[in-house]
């Protein structure tokens, strides 16, 4: 066969008609200040030129595979509006939402669906909750109320949900917020919202989660955790996965390698794949949420993960087994 479309060190093999790649998902919570620098770009002209400029490569590579808009943390009706005015919205399929009602936001659980038909009445676009979780912060209990309450709200109101998250994050790591500590209590929940704490053992609300919801996991870069991952989604039934590539880490040496063994082992799931942060050498500023000096090396950063990852001309080569040696890098960020 035909080797694939893309750097000569590319180790990624898909399999032979297998589509991993469900949809592309631009960006992360871009009206959240953790996740893009709105004081450099107030109105999201800029946020909103480089989401259309990345959205043309997709459609030019992969015209079948859906656009997700960076899914809005808080939701927000009058920031979709403003987006629309930039005509952002003519370039994605989906439009997506995040929300933490029993963590963060300033709203009852009992509300998503009118949170959900909020943007419903601002765009014609799909609706995705791409992210939605409960943390055991208090207890465990509060979780399982939580997880199967939204279960509940959500199974029948929109066509694609993604539980926040599978694993712990790890003490010893920082959460990607900007307060940190400054958020108080707040800040410390971010540690809390796995269905599997990190010690690998189960919370009681994993074994109410419904299946036919997805998962959102990040992971880190040589993320040591990706075996448990893979373990713990096959044992859960789950085919829907929200994962990212990040931008910035793309840039580190020896990126590709990892980000090649990151999606073979993931390619037997259904992902959702989400692009975003800025490399803090390419920013207006020096941070991953700063807006880049160049607008179009997002979309060139966007074709790159394209042409490798959703459309590589197939090539034969086996999956790396669970639980090899070789499957993936042990170490840690």
């Not at 990892?258 to 942060?277: H, Y």
């Given at each position: 066969?035909?080797?694939?479309?893309?750097?000569?060190?590319?180790?990624?093999?898909?399999?032979?008609?297998?589509?991993?790649?469900?949809?592309?998902?631009?960006?992360?919570?871009?009206?959240?200040?953790?996740?893009?620098?709105?004081?450099?770009?107030?109105?999201?002209?800029?946020?909103?030129?480089?989401?259309?400029?990345?959205?043309?490569?997709?459609?030019?590579?992969?015209?079948?595979?859906?656009?997700?808009?960076?899914?809005?943390?808080?939701?927000?009706?009058?920031?979709?509006?403003?987006?629309?005015?930039?005509?952002?919205?003519?370039?994605?399929?989906?439009?997506?939402?995040?929300?933490?009602?029993?963590?963060?936001?300033?709203?009852?659980?009992?509300?998503?669906?009118?949170?959900?038909?909020?943007i419903e009445a601002v765009s014609p676009k799909p609706v995705?909750?791409?992210?939605?979780?409960?943390?055991?912060?208090?207890?465990?209990?509060?979780?399982?109320?939580?997880?199967?309450?939204?279960?509940?709200?959500?199974?029948?109101?929109?066509?694609?949900?993604?539980?926040?998250?599978?694993?712990?994050?790890?003490?010893?790591?920082?959460?990607?917020?900007?307060?940190?500590?400054?958020?108080?209590?707040?800040?410390?929940r971010h540690f809390y919202m796995g269905l599997v704490r990190?010690?690998?053992?189960?919370?009681?609300?994993?074994?109410?989660?419904?299946?036919?919801?997805?998962?959102?996991?990040?992971?880190?870069?040589?993320?040591?955790?990706?075996?448990?991952?893979?373990?713990?989604?096959?044992?859960?039934?789950?085919?829907?996965?929200?994962?990212?590539?990040?931008?910035?880490?793309?840039?580190?040496?020896?990126?590709?390698?990892?980000?090649?063994?990151?999606?073979?082992?993931?390619?037997?799931?259904?992902?959702?794949?989400?692009?975003?942060?800025t490399p803090p050498s390419r920013g207006r500023t020096e941070?991953?949420?700063?807006?880049?000096?160049?607008?179009?090396?997002?979309?060139?950063?966007?074709?790159?993960?394209?042409?490798?990852?959703?459309?590589?001309?197939?090539?034969?080569?086996?999956?790396?087994?669970?639980?090899?040696?070789?499957?993936?890098?042990?170490?840690?960020?």
């Amino acid at each position: 066969m035909p080797a694939i479309r893309c750097r000569p060190q590319c180790t990624f093999r898909l399999e032979p008609d297998r589509r991993m790649i469900e949809a592309i998902k631009l960006w992360n919570e871009p009206n959240n200040l953790s996740h893009w620098d709105f004081h450099q770009d107030p109105e999201w002209l800029l946020f909103g030129e480089m989401t259309v400029l990345a959205a043309e490569q997709v459609r030019e590579l992969a015209p079948g595979v859906p656009i997700v808009l960076g899914g809005m943390s808080p939701i927000d009706a009058h920031f979709l509006r403003l987006l629309d005015s930039h005509g952002v919205l003519d370039h994605v399929d989906i439009v997506a939402v995040h929300g933490f009602p029993l963590d963060w936001n300033h709203w009852r659980l009992d509300e998503w669906p009118d949170r959900i038909g909020e943007i419903e009445a601002v765009s014609p676009k799909p609706v995705w909750v791409t992210e939605v979780g409960v943390s055991s912060f208090g207890a465990d209990e509060v979780q399982l109320f939580g997880l199967r309450r939204t279960q509940e709200l959500l199974r029948d109101r929109v066509e694609r949900v993604f539980w926040y998250s599978l694993l712990d994050l790890p003490p010893a790591w920082e959460a990607t917020t900007r307060h940190r500590e400054s958020e108080g209590s707040s800040y410390y929940r971010h540690f809390y919202m796995g269905l599997v704490r990190d010690d690998g053992t189960p919370k009681p609300a994993i074994s109410h989660f419904d299946p036919s919801f997805g998962i959102c996991q990040w992971f880190h870069f040589e993320d040591h955790r990706i075996e448990r991952a893979v373990k713990w989604l096959r044992r859960m039934g789950v085919r829907k996965l929200r994962t990212g590539l990040s931008w910035a880490d793309w840039h580190r040496p020896n990126a590709q390698a990892w980000f090649d063994r990151q999606m073979t082992m993931l390619q037997e799931f259904d992902i959702t794949l989400t692009l975003c942060f800025t490399p803090p050498s390419r920013g207006r500023t020096e941070h991953y949420t700063s807006p880049p000096e160049d607008l179009a090396e997002f979309a060139e950063f966007t074709r790159e993960v394209v042409e490798r990852y959703v459309v590589p001309e197939r090539i034969s080569g086996s999956v790396p087994s669970i639980g090899s040696a070789s499957a993936f890098t042990t170490s840690n960020r």
